[in-house]
């Protein structure tokens, strides 16, 4: 028997799961026209790599991301690219983004694929730039690229994976039914990540309200050290955090992740994907996601095409569009309400809820909190949700902040059980919201004042350069009057022309002179880096200098842009440009004065 | 189709806060039914006509506030500061005594501080509080005699006494309480001696142990339903009984464990009147703190203190102390080392 740990709090909602797993996951048709968008992964959105009117086969690349981290899309099917065009996609707030359409030929004919009956036989690297090039990021929610999250830091030993398939939200069966019909897969797949990572345990975490998905599990896993550990059914016991903190006793470090402390978390689902991206070479462009709700006679899960437009999954599921009061994406504990039923299905979608009044409710008004305390009884992460609440209501981010407010996972069991019926969560994404905003501003106005102290030393500096070569300028031409009158005191005829040309010629040397001292210092500058080589103090002192010289220009141009923009923090920036020109001016002397010194030594 | 924008959670637990209130006042029903099977009619009288006392204040305190009255009276909230305040006022309290203190718990404690969740102050104990320090005899000759039972007032005669001031009827119904006979009687006598008084009885003290008892079994209830968390009852018994072994011992001397724990106040206290969420420490730790300060408080001033019982006072006190404790008693939160005490930008 595997030791298990509790975590703190948690709620038993009515679980709703029994509706949607009646039916097998059924094939979804295929949808007049689908809609793929650039960013449903963690990371760069992706950037199309065909055209309008392209001509795609199955499984084929359509978006890569060039540089930083994400993975690539892949046509669903084959088809027509229709068009590329910002179109609604899956987000809270609604908005559009960028997608590519693509207009099935219904043939569904795959491209060429390159399958890996053993993957023992390639490089760790060539399995993991494989599964990036299926495009599969984690099917569970947030979307992180799978790849990135089975390459680890290389001084972090992975002593767990931990497959989650506890799919503790009411309502989603995806998860479950997926463990039920395609438990071998997933355990293929759980093999290949277990061979990159090579971790001391495998576990995967079934909540014991699916006796099924654990029964298949267990055969599918039977001989292997593969661990089917079954664990409580309770609320949010499928978050990452709270899941890794059941299996091993162990937390993850605020702000840190989970291989932090040597675990890492996959989804089931994105071990049928990794399977098949191996041992079929298909890219990722299908999912299980269920359609459930007292909206829809026929509740179930679809295996359906990336894509797919939300409408042509109720359609299949028979919607009714009188009955329903909301429809939620993901679960209802953390889904969000959508708009339009036109957005697609991503490799996140996971549920679809068509819900009717009584089965979802509108909450009653929102009544005085009176501290019953309920929140922090319920809340995994052990945070305090009424302060938070307090803080975030009267805009006191600072304390709201020290309340340890960014570890908050939105789970909304606070908001679950709260008597008054606060929203509680709401208020907290708010918080997080507005502090982020603030930080971002305070970053802009940094940036600012840097610029302009940088210009309003410039400025100053010029200033005093011109008044010395004005003081320079007028001391030469005292020195010629002088010397003009001492020769005409002397008897040569010729002496005045002479002594103007002298005049001039003076000038004209001291002027060479300044030029000489500019560039003197630039050679010295060369051939002190020359000499650093060997002397390092030397060297160090240099690159002092020329780091306080580059910060110091940065901070002049700033100080410009600011003076130009007639920003309100010019004294400032001239402050700091002041202060840097003092620096440098440190750094100068102290590099002479260790050059001497080094001459010395070399003349002793 | 039209289709709700709503965030997320979109499932709710069904137990709204007026849910909460009326699940409390069910649970003082064994000790209402305790006190009146023992103390005769008065305290029912009492709970009736503070509870509508109270509802008739809240009322009239939101109109003039401009709030929504009915959406306000339904949390029950003001239901069950009448409805403590009638189970703690002597049996025979006259009408204009429960009046001046429901009426101050709700105007005064309650709605001037802004109402519900925003009173720094338990309601029902300011009420409590007041009315003992201003009418001192009308609060502790008015006690009912569990003694008297056989040939106790009946109903239309508890009601002439609360309403129509028949105080001179009242004497012979009446006897300091079993604290009060102890604590005032201890310093001359012996245990044995005292205990040979009738307002003790058999057990511990006639009608109060049972009356403590139904409190006790209520205050379970609302421990088991999740409405309450043990932390408080539990502390605050622990820290009267260590104070009441520590320096009491000595019965001759000082009044037993035994009347501490079933003689006075101290289940109602600490099950529904310390455990009131709004004026409570919030955290684990911080209700233990509290709970057990409010045990010390109930302890010394009993023993040490002029009043015989002292829920209200250290219930009172402790409110004073909350928002200090609940700044040094935050949990830990996941994934941190150690909880963050204090004020931000102070030390801690």
Known sequence: ?604 | MSLVQQSSPHAHRARSTSQVMLIVMLATLPGLLAQTLFFGWGNLINVVWCVLLALGAEATMLMLRGKPVSFFLKDNTAAVTGLLLGLSLPQFTPWWVSAVAVISAIVLAKQLYGGLGANPFNPAMVGYALVLVAFPVAMTTNWAEAAMLANAPGFGETLNIIFAGQQTAVDAYTMATPLDEYKHKIASHTAQEVLQHPTFGAGVARGWEWVNGAFLLGGLALVALRIITWHIPVSLLAGLALMSLAFGANEDVYTPLSLHLLAGGTMLGAFFIATDPVSAATSHQGKLIYGACIGVLIYTIRSWGNYPDAVAFSVLLMNFAVPFIDHYTPPRTYGHHKPRRGIPGKTG
């Open chain 1, 1 to 604: 028997m595997t030791q298990l740990w509790s975590f703190p709090g948690g709620i038993h909602p009515a679980e709703n799961k029994h509706q949607s797993t009646s039916r097998p996951i059924r094939p979804a048709t295929l949808p007049e026209r689908l809609v793929l968008p650039l960013q449903q992964h963690i990371g760069e959105p992706a950037e199309p790599v065909v055209e309008p009117g392209d001509q795609v086969l199955k499984g084929q690349k359509i978006a890569d991301v060039m540089a930083g981290i994400g993975v690539p899309v892949h046509a669903p099917t084959s088809g027509t690219i229709a068009g590329i065009e910002r179109l609604p996609v899956p987000h809270p707030s609604g908005m559009a983004d960028w997608c590519i359409v693509l207009e099935p030929d219904g043939n569904d004919t795959w491209c060429e694929l390159s399958p890996v009956a053993d993957y023992h036989s390639l490089d760790r690297e060539a399995v993991l730039e494989r599964i990036r090039q299926a495009g599969i990021s984690g099917m569970g929610g947030a979307g992180f690229p799978t790849n990135v999250k089975l390459q680890p830091p290389r001084d972090r030993k992975v002593s767990t994976l931990i497959l989650n398939g506890a799919e503790c939200e009411p309502y989603i069966t995806a998860d479950d039914m997926t463990m039920r019909e395609r438990a071998n897969e997933i355990q293929k797949g759980l093999k290949i990540m277990a061979w990159i990572l090579r971790p001391e345990r495998c576990v995967v975490a079934i909540e014991d309200n699916k006796p099924e998905a654990i029964e298949a599990m267990r055969k599918a896993t039977e001989g292997t050290h593969t661990e089917v550990v079954v664990i409580a059914t309770r609320y949010p016991s499928g978050g990452e955090k709270q899941l890794i903190q059941i299996l091993t006793g162990m937390e993850v470090p605020s702000g840190g992740i989970p291989a932090d402390i040597g675990v890492i978390c996959q989804n089931v689902g994105t071990a049928v994907a990794v399977s098949r991206a191996v041992f079929r070479g298909e890219p990722l462009i299908s999912r299980v996601t269920t359609v459930t709700g007292d909206g829809v006679s026929e509740p179930g899960n679809f295996d359906t095409l990336i894509g797919t437009p939300i409408s042509h999954l109720l359609t299949l599921a028979g919607f009714d569009p009188e009955r329903i009061n909301r429809l939620i994406l993901g679960g209802p504990m953390m889904g969000y309400t959508l708009e339009d039923t036109a957005v697609p299905v991503v490799k996140t979608t996971n549920c679809v809820i068509a819900a009717t009044e009584p089965e979802l409710s509108t909450p009653p008004p929102e009544q005085p909190c009176i501290r019953c305390g309920m929140c922090a009884e319920a809340c995994p992460m052990e945070l305090l949700p009424q302060q938070l609440f307090w803080h975030a209501k009267a805009r006191d981010f600072d304390r709201a902040e020290h309340l340890n407010l960014f570890d908050c996972i939105e789970c909304g069991v606070c908001s679950y059980v709260c008597p008054s019926s606060i929203p509680l969560v709401q208020y907290y994404r708010y918080a997080k919201g507005e502090i982020r905003t603030q930080q971002a501003e305070q970053l802009k106005a940094d940036r600012a004042r840097v610029r302009f102290e940088a210009r309003q030393a410039r400025l100053e500096r010029e200033q005093e350069e011109k008044e010395q070569r004005r003081q320079e300028r007028a001391r030469a031409a005292a020195e010629a009057q002088q010397r003009k009158q001492a020769e005409a005191e002397k008897p040569v005829a010729d002496g005045d022309a002479k002594d103007e040309r002298s005049a001039r010629t003076a000038m004209v040397q001291q002027a060479l002179d300044r030029k000489k001292a500019g560039a003197g210092t630039a050679a010295k500058a060369a051939t002190t880096a020359e000499a650093s080589a060997e002397k390092p103090d030397i060297g160090a002192l240099e690159k002092q200098l020329n780091q306080a010289r580059g910060k110091l220009e940065t901070m002049e141009s700033m100080l410009e842009e600011a003076r130009v923009a007639e920003a309100d923090n010019v004294e400032k920036l001239e402050r700091a440009v002041a202060k840097n020109v003092d620096r440098v001016k440190r750094a100068e002397e102290a590099l002479t004065e260790a050059r001497q010194q080094l001459e010395t030594e070399a003349g002793e």
